[in-house]
Nanobody, 114 residues
């Protein structure tokens, strides 16, 4: 049974930082490309960042390049997203996702507001 548990969200002021985590289980984490997605109210879910199975390559949405960093620890079956210089438009529920499996966690809410 695939398990994806996101954590680390919260409320921060613009310019602040948060570090999201995704604890994965029920599949061979180290074999999968992993991604972070987000969904803001009234908008479609969008890709934020992705990382290859060995962590050697990453990709980012243009809107977060230079501010967010995706990483993983295959020994701990955990995916991370370090988010710096947060903006109001980063407000969303953030989800981790193993590509290409059709599984999603419950997400973690990130709210950026002054």
């Amino acid at each position: 049974q695939v398990q994806l548990v996101e954590s680390g969200g919260g409320s921060v002021q613009p310019g602040g930082s948060l570090r999201l985590s995704c604890a994965a289980g029920g599949f061979t984490f180290s074999s999968y490309v992993m991604s972070w997605y987000r969904q803001a109210p009234g908008k479609h879910r969008e890709l934020v960042a992705g990382i290859t199975s060995d962590g050697g390559r990453t990709n980012y949405a243009d809107s977060v390049k230079g501010r967010f960093t995706i990483s993983r620890d295959n020994a701990k079956n955990t995916l991370y997203l370090q988010m710096n210089s947060l903006k109001a438009e980063d407000t969303a529920v953030y989800y981790c996702h193993p590509n290409p499996m059709p599984y999603w966690g419950q997400g973690t809410q990130v709210t950026v507001s002054s």
